[in-house]
């Protein structure tokens, strides 16, 4: 009898470990239940090299600073297709960037746009490396690179762009400030204040 009920723990336990490995390794995008408090551009600006890789993940870096790409169709991608409403914010610096509504599935593998929400806190330039001339979409902030602009691709949106970013650059909040797609019925409806927003 005792057996039994040792074993009943036992496997209690293991299962509870089992559920809190699963929920950690659930969400690489950093998802915030609150709008983070943006850094100015003076602040950031001000940041060092050393201090960015004290604030950031090695793949943030990479990203941000080091203008790297993230692998396509990776764990992010799966994660950035199954948000439901919110917004995108800069992963260095907390300024939005981004919001569902632009959201659009090109299938290229990396989260894309139509537009930035706020498009002032996005800027573009010519970017010459890899033998390619793109357009680099940066972060107008803090100076992060987030990925590239695509023009007149035929997608069906109403600016036919595709702004290619980068999930690792990102951080999501959610409109419910919920998490991902499992929402209820009557939860759809998009907040205040990311309607309020909208009018900037
Ligand atoms: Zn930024």
Known sequence: MK???FLAVVAALGFGIYVYAQD????VMPVAKEVPKAMSREDAMKLTDEEWKKRL???????????????????????????????????????????SKEKFDSNCG??????????????TRID????MV?????????GGHLGHVFTGEGFNTPTDKRYCINGTALKFVPANGAGTTQK?????????????KKGE
């Not at 793109?134 to 803090?142: G, K, M, N, S, Y």
């Open 3 to 5: 057996k039994g009920i």
């Open 57 to 99: 993940t090695p793949e943030q870096y990479r990203i941000l600073r080091q203008a790297g790409t993230e692998r396509s169709n990776g764990q992010i991608y799966k994660e950035f297709k199954a948000q439901g409403g919110g917004t995108y914010h800069c992963a260095g610096c907390g300024t939005e960037l981004f919001s």
């Open 110 to 123: 990396w989260p894309s746009f139509f537009d930035p929400s706020k498009a002032k806190n996005v800027k």
């Open 134 to 142: 793109r357009t680099e979409v940066i972060c107008a902030i803090c």
């Open 184 to 196: 209820k019925e009557g939860e759809q409806k998009p907040s205040k204040e990311s309607e309020e």
């Open 128 to 131: 010459r490396s890899g033998f």
């Open 24 to 27: 950690k390794a659930k969400s």
